[in-house]
């Protein structure tokens, strides 16, 4: 069993700040990557920002310059700062981890959401 717990969603106008957190617990093995996806009504899940386990990031160029990942491999936690917030950010944010099994396979497990909505 493996669970993603989010939190820190909420409401902020634009130009304001939140930080989402997420923690892992369960059989966690061999993590590749952890981070934060995003979806609104009618779109496809997006890539908002992930940590691989060699340090490498990966952000969505609508968040590069204003969002910070960040992970803490003991705890199995990962941290998202969202600043300079604009309405556009509006989405359910879920959180994400990677695990490799054998090989090139992995496992790919996902949060429940938390809704973060940026007012104009």
């Known amino acids: 069993q493996v669970q993603l717990v989010e939190s820190g969603g909420g409401l902020v106008q634009a130009g304001g700040s939140l930080r989402l957190s997420c923690a892992a617990s369960g059989n966690i093995f061999n993590v590749k990557a952890m981070g934060w996806y995003r979806q609104t009504p009618g779109k496809q899940r997006e890539l908002v920002a992930v940590?691989?386990?060699?340090?490498?990031?990966d952000y969505a160029d609508s968040a590069k310059g204003r969002f910070t990942v960040s992970r803490d491999n003991a705890k199995n936690t990962v941290t998202l700062q969202m600043n300079s917030l604009k309405p556009e950010d509006t989405a359910v944010y879920y959180c994400y981890i990677n695990c490799g099994t054998y090989r090139f396979f992995t496992t790919d497990y996902w949060g429940q959401g938390t809704q973060v909505t940026v007012s104009s």
């Open positions: 940590l691989t386990d060699g340090g490498i990031t």
